[in-house]
């Protein structure tokens, strides 16, 4: 058996299905990890999810920001934007069937490579977040992703306030604060305070602000953290940080992190994409 993770699809399928044939795929053997955003921008977003569903037990995924906004524009919490390729997952008869399983996939995952453990986020933790509380806050914010009222939260779910995490935040503010950590950060102040402004490389990072990997004392630094979400950033390979967008959507690659024995035995694997969108 062996372990993948892949950076964002954003719907293309065609990459992933190449990308599959390349590592060699089985699912009954292997286990893949989709990184979020599974869907958007690209254009075969409904091919993704009904893979993904079709190899349940063996194809595992988590949230990202793409993929929350398609469940907000089907409940009508959202609108379409101009680059959205989300028509064919919206006029589909199995709409309520693709959206049903997406909002019940995780923010995080934990899993062990050998005694190594791998922690999985689409974009980032806040620093004072321990691996251990983030889990648990991942959990807050996923049971009301999943409950039988979730349209309520999806109303209120976009926006940049609070920017920054404390214990006392409740409701739907609280909610906000998590998922906007897990699926949209990129950088933050030394302190935590959350930026969304930004979204340039660490070459181009704005006066005051790091990349949240990279504040002093992060509480989660001793686990291993692979995330994707920063396109900009690229391939990202350093010290218990691996970041796994390398721009598929845009003309780039998707990448496959294929896991051995321990987290050290690791190979690269990546397919060439033609770009879906075109930056700026």
Known sequence: MAIYCIGDVQGCNGALERLL????????RDCVYLLGD???RGPKSRKVLERCIRDEGSMFAILGNHDLHLIA????????????????????????VLIDWLRRQPLMRRIQIGDD????????????????????????????????????????????QPDAWDD??????????????????????????????????????????????AV???????TCITFGHWSTLGLYD?????????GCVWGGCLS???????????????VACKAAQTPG
């Open 168 to 213: 006392g935040l409740q409701g739907h503010e609280r909610v906000r604060v998590i998922v906007n950590a897990m699926t949209r950060l990129r950088f933050c102040t030394p302190e935590g305070r959350m930026d969304f402004d930004c979204a340039e490389s660490l070459a181009q990072a704005p006066q005051g602000l790091l990349p949240w990997f």
């Open 117 to 160: 453990p791998l922690l999985m986020v689409h974009a980032g933790l806040l620093p004072q977040w321990t691996v251990a509380q983030a889990l648990e806050l991942a959990q807050e914010a996923e049971a009301v992703l999943r409950s039988a009222d979730y349209t309520d939260f999806m109303h209120r779910m976009y926006g940049n």
């Open 21 to 28: 044939a390349e590592i060699g795929y089985s699912p009954s």
């Open 238 to 246: 350093d010290h218990h940080v691996l970041a796994m967008d390398t």
């Open 73 to 96: 524009h089907a409940c009508g919490a959202r609108k379409a934007g101009k680059r959205d390729t989300l028509e064919a997952i919206m006029e589909s008869p199995r709409k309520a």
């Open 38 to 40: 599974l869907v958007n």
């Open 216 to 222: 002093p004392g992060r509480a989660s630094a001793d």
């Open 256 to 270: 496959a992190m294929r896991y051995g024995t321990s987290l050290a035995q690791r190979e690269l694997i990546q």
